[in-house]
């Protein structure tokens, strides 16, 4: 049988039914890669699986929690969708919304959103208010204004966001014939961890599992509230993604690492980048900045022994590199360029100095 979308593959455990009209551009079953390089030369047996999560159609994971927000909103009738937005769940909105033929609304703050992602919201036709504000201001404007205005509201508190991002686990169970000891994840409203654990524990009670993994939740330091304990109120961070002090899914999330045994950790924007490049450089996946943090976290936690030997481990890489062009070049060496006169000498001097 050729599946379309994750919601046809995956219909039987979401919430539609034979009439429901479904809305996909063809989501999901994304690659897991295995880490080759990285993990040889740290010299570790610990198995690191990469959940490639950047090549959905609008390049995020969004597209598994949009293309079930956006089926619903048509189902009951809405002519209209609105979400506040890091970026990647404007652009989801706006693709899934063209596709259905209805309107979309996204706030974003005002030069905080990465240039690809502000690219796919304009080009979709979505329409796109600036706030002077950051993502927590946006989120709470969307809720109040949905009370008034006849717009579903499409961000992860849409429980059925969290129904179709839940399959990416259901997706690695398959893969792997097994659920692995550790899941990796950044974390900014928590929904995608929360989702991940649904999927995950409702596997596990149907038997497709032996087991559920231990959830390790990774924030950026300047946005982490999670390992501060607390709210935070100027989040701050150049993974524009998790850039979030007031999580939607505060409790979930708190709920489910207890429950899993697992934890919280941060890093500082520095370590996230340089994550970032090594992920490029040496296995050739390019992932955004708030994606890579889960790489970050797993390696430090594989290097400590906090993650021990023999374990098996999967990150999801939440988004694209190319969402986010300008921080990617910004942090690369700009004498890698070599500018030459376009002769045969000038170019075989160019290669001959640089093998
Ligand atoms: C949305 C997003 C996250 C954070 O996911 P939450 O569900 O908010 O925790 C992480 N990385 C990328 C690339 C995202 O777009």
Redesign the pocket.
């Known amino acids: 049988m050729r599946y379309t979308g994750l919601i046809e593959k995956y219909r039987d455990t979401l919430p539609v039914s034979d009439d429901t009209l479904i809305i996909s551009l063809g989501e999901g079953n994304t690659p897991l890669i295995k880490l080759e390089n990285i993990l040889c030369e740290m010299g570790t047996h610990v198995e690191l699986y990469i959940k490639y999560e950047g090549l959905n159609p609008t390049g995020?994971f969004?597209d598994r929690g949009m293309t079930m927000a956006v089926t619903k909103a048509v189902e009951s009738g809405s002519r209209a969708i609105i979400c506040a937005s890091?970026?990647?769940?404007s652009a989801a909105a706006a693709a899934y919304a063209a596709r259905a033929g209805i309107k979309a609304f996204v706030l974003i703050p005002e030069g905080k959103i990465a240039l690809g992602k502000l690219a796919q919201a304009m080009i979709h036709g979505s329409t796109i208010i600036q706030i002077k504000g950051n993502f927590d201001d946006g989120m709470q404007l969307v809720k109040d204004v949905a009370e008034f205005a006849p717009v579903s509201i499409v961000n992860?508190i849409n429980p059925y966001r969290l129904q179709g991002q839940k399959t990416a686990a259901f997706e690695i169970i398959e893969e792997l014939g097994y659920a692995p000891n550790y899941h990796c994840l950044?974390?900014?409203?928590?929904?995608?961890?929360t989702a991940h654990w649904m999927g995950y524990t409702e596997y596990h009670e149907m038997g497709k599992s032996d087991s559920t993994p231990i959830m390790l939740g990774y924030q950026a330091e300047g946005a982490a509230p999670f390992v501060k304990g607390a709210r935070v109120d100027n989040p701050e961070t150049i993974a524009t993604?998790?850039r979030?002090g007031n999580p939607q899914s505060w409790d979930q999330a708190l709920k489910l690492s207890k429950d899993s045994n697992g934890w919280f950790d941060c890093f500082s924007d520095k370590e996230i980048l340089a994550t970032q490049k090594m992920l490029t450089e040496k296995e050739g996946i390019f992932c955004?900045p708030?994606?890579a943090i889960s790489v970050a976290g797993a390696l430090r936690d594989i290097k400590s022994g906090k993650i021990p030997d023999g374990s098996s481990v999967v990150c999801t890489l939440?988004?694209h590199g190319l969402k986010d062009p300008d921080t990617a070049i910004a942090q690369c060496d700009q004498s890698a360029m070599i500018n030459v006169n376009p002769t045969l000498n000038e170019v075989k001097k160019a290669i001959l100095d640089h093998m």
């Open positions: 995020s969004k890091t970026g990647n769940t992860s950044p974390v900014g409203n928590a929904g995608n961890i993604a998790i979030i955004e708030a994606s939440t988004g």
